[in-house]
């Protein structure tokens, strides 16, 4: 794995990822802020054709915006992110999903401790599911993401307007999905 805007420390254990989350960062396209930003945290594999990604996230959210989850990425123009975001006090499911424009949606929970995340990328579309438990999934969404023969996948946190926090990724697992599967 590898880092695509590394953060201002870090460590990865065992089944356990540790990050500080730099001020300051995001990932956005356009869409209602007008602006681009590209300089979020984003520790990821490429992987070719189809696959699951899970992973389990627990993070000290303070600020506006902080957040945290997985995220697939074609390109600088073609990705999905996913996972906990911090708005006025309360943590929110999120998805946003960029082709080209950012676009957001969330559903607020209870402020559990901790969030359970799968996305399944299959050809040209993403399914993402949340659990509170580990046990049960609910489906947030079905996406489009531009096909590609290979895309990066992994977790992702920032802190568009806060100073930054702390943030624990555990038993991140991408699997293949074979063919007749993915039918």
Not at 98 to 120: E, H, K, M, Q, Y
Request: net charge negative; aromatic share 14%; hydrophobic share 45%.
């Amino acid at each position: 794995m590898q880092w695509f805007n590394e953060p201002p420390r870090w460590r990865h254990n065992n089944e356990e990822i540790h990050v500080t989350v730099g001020a300051g960062t995001d990932f956005w396209r356009k869409t209602h802020y007008g602006f681009i930003r590209d300089n979020g945290h984003f520790y990821y594999a490429a992987v070719t054709g189809d696959f699951t990604a899970a992973v389990k996230v627990r993070g000290a959210y303070r600020e506006l915006y902080d957040q945290a989850g997985l995220m697939v990425r074609v390109d600088d123009a073609h990705w999905i992110k996913t996972g906990i975001e911090f708005v006025q006090g309360v943590q929110y499911v999120s998805a946003v999903v960029t082709n080209d424009f950012s676009d957001w949606s969330v559903a607020p929970l209870p402020n559990p401790p901790a969030i359970w995340l799968r996305l399944v990328r299959k050809a040209g579309a993403a399914e993402i599911f949340y659990s509170l438990d580990g046990v049960d999934y609910t489906l947030l969404r079905i996406a489009y993401l531009l096909p590609a023969p290979q895309a990066m996948v992994g977790v992702m946190c920032a802190a568009p307007d806060g100073q930054g926090f702390e943030v624990v990724f555990e038993h991140f697992t991408v699997q293949p999905i074979h063919t007749e599967e993915s039918r």
